[in-house]
């Protein structure tokens, strides 16, 4: 099984193909050109120098969110528009699931950090159970002193992953228990995508059509608001 998977929900656009469990190709732009841009073009090309055919395609996989909402309507009208066309299933997984997924042989607990503003961020821990990424506590919106005072007073030894961790990374290193990782693994990659959501396909979880699949905000958008 190909899956294709798409993630535009912060500044960085990737997008990857998996076949079972093998990562095929993997384009990740981490710049302040827009995703509308990009996202066609990055996929082009990825398939295009990895000799692969949009046909050959099985399934997509997108990031529902939550993260920059602009971000995550190009990436799920893209998503639906393949979708539609190949009459495919997108199975959907979110922006903190993408991130544990980029720290799968870690022994210890992750924590998930995405910005929410307001020194407020959207959060969901993790941990491992073998190769199955196990959630400890469902995704959500906490103020950044709350998160980091329950991490510190759990004792316990956590990787904090995420965009997040620079902006309040001073606060971060002074946690004795708390570790952050190299930068590679602090962006929402499409290969950890598509290896999240082949679990939840053989699982029967979050699976949706063309019609179904839509973004997860967490809360409105300031301007809603």
Request: proline share 2%.
């Amino acid at each position: 099984m190909k899956i294709l998977g798409i993630d535009t929900s912060s500044m960085a656009a990737s997008v990857a193909v998996i076949e079972d469990n093998k990562l095929i190709c993997e384009y990740t732009i981490n710049t302040k050109k827009t995703h509308s841009q990009k996202l066609m073009p990055m996929i082009e090309n990825m398939l295009n120098i990895s000799d692969l055919n949009i046909n050959e395609i099985d399934l997509i996989a997108v990031c529902e969110g939550p993260g920059s909402f602009t971000g995550l309507r190009i990436a799920m009208a893209t998503a639906k528009a393949i979708a539609h066309v190949n009459n495919l299933h997108i199975v959907g997984v979110n922006s903190v699931e993408i991130l544990a997924g980029n720290m799968n042989l870690c022994d210890k607990k992750i924590c998930s950090i995405l910005d929410a503003q307001r020194n407020q961020v959207y959060t969901g821990r993790y941990h491992y159970e073998g190769t199955k990424l196990v959630e400890i506590k469902e995704i959500g919106i906490q103020p950044i002193d709350e998160l980091l005072e329950e991490l510190a007073q759990s004792k316990e030894e956590w990787i904090l992953v995420g965009e997040a961790v620079y902006k309040y990374e001073d606060k971060i290193r002074e946690i004795e228990n708390i570790e952050i990782p190299a930068a590679s693994n602090n962006v929402t990659k499409a290969g950890s995508l598509c290896s999240v959501a082949k679990v939840k396909f053989d699982e029967g979880k979050d699976i949706f059509n063309c019609y179904t699949v839509n973004p997860l905000y967490i809360r409105k958008s300031q301007a809603e608001e």
